[in-house]
């Protein structure tokens, strides 16, 4: 009998339990929604009782990957008795006659969060697997809790294992995922081990090729999460697209206790202290009338503190509320219109060379497009850490999110498919209560085709049923009008499903010089808002020549300025969110003493110098108001 159907039954039937045998029931229900591993979303895991895991871990590097396979190519992690030659198993000899060939302990240290190949000078092209290894006691704060373990992103694949028990298996380089710990901890003397794989594969989301750097790694945060037995898990507090007078949403417990429970949800400023039930499936769903709301601009940044309570668990978090929308060919914040002033970012921090991680890297980034003028950030080209999106919430920038559905990926495979979904599953879930988030982008760049077409279209439907609030939008294709190679329009089946238009085009770099952009004119046709989601060229800072001299400041800067003419010709312009803030790295770029491995595309330098087009692009804003 599945489990799930053992569970239901027994709590059908618990009301005809003896008290002792109810105990009893309820302590089994518990070991086995823990032997189920039970998923769990874990929203706002940063303000959850949690333990960081975060610091120096050991780390062996390897590219045969012989701590998981044995000579004969067999995982051991799909054997009975692996042995030692497993390295999950964080071996060590029994005595002096013992064979181990490893060991984690005498091994050299790498910090976490943080990737490898800004870390270690061997590792900066290395693409392969890397064991990681943390040990550590643990001690409940009640023998009943659960415990999970959380990664805010690992890239690429990560097999995961706690004292040498396999947790599972996880793919995807830039969304979080837990697992459910609870009979596996000890109190003392835990070792938890993974596998990192950052190989590229032409299956894989992001695809073989990419003009970013391929940073291995446990990116991002690890964290030891405990709850009660039955937990707050997931919820959704936002504004109600269908009537902006309405909060509405819903919280959802986990545990086996979840059903007609009762939870508490409290918004002070709003006059909101009510308690919601929950249904069969542990869901309370609620909508309440509000007056007098503050809403949440980039002029008015303004977040409520919200607090749910269930049994002596309380969770807080600090939400803004907000409308957005398109009509015609606008995008409507709050019902008024808004140009996006924005900047393309990647998630990399330039003074580092490696990537951004934390709460600092995250300001130093913020604050750059903030004092460029900017409104609105497009996070390139897959989803940026945690710490990203609140700090957008907290200064009012609104946000691009995007999965790496990048370039020519494998349309025709259903895995791949599966793993984009996933991604963009796992984003929505930790985003959905951010108003900074106003878009969701299905892709950058990719060839038309109809699998494509199929495939971006499932993702939208995806996208959609998880969070109808937002807008859905991709960087889209363009073509040259046959008839008038100076005419250009947006040729992408695509547009047809996406709520807003956008494109990258890089004329005066990639398609002639700048003077080319005065005779180009834009023929869009489609009736929807339209934003830039690239346009650029490089220089290398401190690079000087007149504006016809590649790679000086002065080209880079004529673009913009002949870009930001031809581009204000475009009716439905609604945003623009030039390539890009900062230089950053790339295999693609190997031009000696201007590129060095760097895209150069950056208003701003590797050292953080201001490039002449950053003040260009920041003019354009400022005339371009509030
Ligand atoms: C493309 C792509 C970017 C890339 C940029 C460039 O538009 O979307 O990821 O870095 O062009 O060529 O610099």
Redesign the pocket.
């Known amino acids: 009998m599945p489990v799930e159907t053992l569970l239901k039954l027994i709590k059908q039937n618990s009301g005809k339990l003896t008290p002792m045998i109810k105990t009893s029931t309820s302590l089994l229900l518990i070991l086995i929604t823990s032997l189920m591993g039970g998923e769990a979303t874990l929203i706002n895991s940063g303000n959850r009782h949690i333990t960081n895991l975060n610091g120096e871990w050991n780390y062996i590097v390897d590219p045969y990957e012989n701590g998981y396979y044995n000579y004969r190519y067999e995982a051991f992690d799909q054997q009975t008795h692996p042995g030692k030659g497993a390295f999950f198993n964080n071996s060590k000899p029994a005595d002096k006659t013992d064979l181990v060939e490893y060991d984690f302990d005498k091994s050299d240290v790498i910090y976490v969060p943080g990737d490898w190949n800004s870390q270690k000078e061997k590792l900066f092209y290395y693409e392969g697997s890397v064991w990681y290894k943390k040990s550590f006691d643990y001690k409940k704060a009640n023998s009943r809790n659960r415990v999970f373990v959380r990664f805010g992103a690992v890239n690429y694949q990560a097999d995961v294992y706690l004292n040498g028990e396999k947790l599972g298996t996880h793919v995807g380089g830039f969304t979080p995922f837990n697992y459910e710990v609870t009979n596996l901890l000890k109190d003392v003397d835990n070792f938890l081990v993974l596998k990192v794989d950052n190989k590229r594969h032409k299956e894989a989301v992001p695809t073989l090729n990419?003009?970013?750097w391929n940073y291995g790694g446990i990116t991002r945060d690890v964290i030891i999460v405990e709850e009660a037995p039955t937990f707050i898990d997931d919820y959704l507090i936002q504004l109600n697209p269908e009537n902006d007078q309405q909060i509405k949403g819903f919280i959802q417990l986990n545990g086996v206790e979840s059903e007609n429970q009762r939870i508490r949800l409290r918004i002070p400023q709003l006059g909101i202290n009510k308690k919601v039930k929950t249904g069969a499936t542990g869901r309370a769903t609620f909508s309440y009338k509000i007056k007098n709301l503050r809403r949440w601009s980039p002029k008015t940044p303004h977040l409520y503190d919200v607090t749910l309570n269930y049994g002596d668990q309380t969770l807080g978090d600090r939400i803004g509320f907000r409308s957005i929308e398109t009509r015609d060919s606008n995008i409507l914040l709050n019902g008024k219109k808004i140009f996006l002033k924005g900047i393309s970012i990647h998630e990399e921090n330039p003074l580092r060379g490696g990537r951004a991680y934390s709460p600092e890297d995250a300001e130093l980034l913020l604050n750059w497009a903030k004092n460029l003028g900017c409104n609105y950030v497009r996070l390139?080209?897959y989803p940026h850490n945690e710490y990203m999106v609140r700090l957008a919430d907290e200064m009012g920038i609104m946000v691009w999110e995007e999965i790496p559905v990048?370039?020519t990926i494998d349309w025709n495979n259903p895995d791949t498919y599966k793993n984009a979904e996933n991604q963009l599953t796992e984003v929505i879930q930790r985003d959905k209560n951010r108003s900074s988030v106003i878009i969701w982008s299905m892709a950058?760049?990719t060839p038309t085709s109809p699998r494509r077409h199929e495939f971006l279209g499932k993702l939208a439907t995806h996208a959609r049923g998880l969070d109808p609030t937002r807008l859905i939008s991709a960087?889209l294709e363009q073509s040259t009008d046959p008839n008038d190679p100076m005419v250009k329009y947006i040729s992408d089946e695509f547009a047809d499903v996406v709520d807003v238009l956008s494109f990258?085009e890089?004329i005066g770099w990639?398609d002639g010089t700048h003077e080319k952009c005065q005779k180009i004119s834009w023929n869009i046709t489609q009736n929807k808002p339209v934003i830039i989601s690239?346009f650029?060229a490089?220089a290398k800072y401190g690079f000087h020549g007149d504006k016809l001299t590649r790679w000086s400041e002065e080209y880079q800067n004529e673009v913009y300025v002949e870009t930001l003419k031809m581009l204000d010709k475009i009716p439905q312009l609604s945003g623009v969110s030039p390539?890009?803030l900062a230089d950053?790295r790339?295999p693609?770029r190997p031009l000696p003493d201007i590129q060095d491995g760097w895209?150069r595309?950056g208003l701003i330098s590797d050292k953080g110098e201001k490039k002449q087009a950053f003040f260009t692009l920041q003019a354009y804003f400022k005339a371009k108001g509030d």
């Open positions: 990419t003009d970013w390139a080209h990048y370039w950058n760049e960087a990258n890089y990639y690239e650029g490089g390539w890009i950053f790339s693609r895209n595309k």
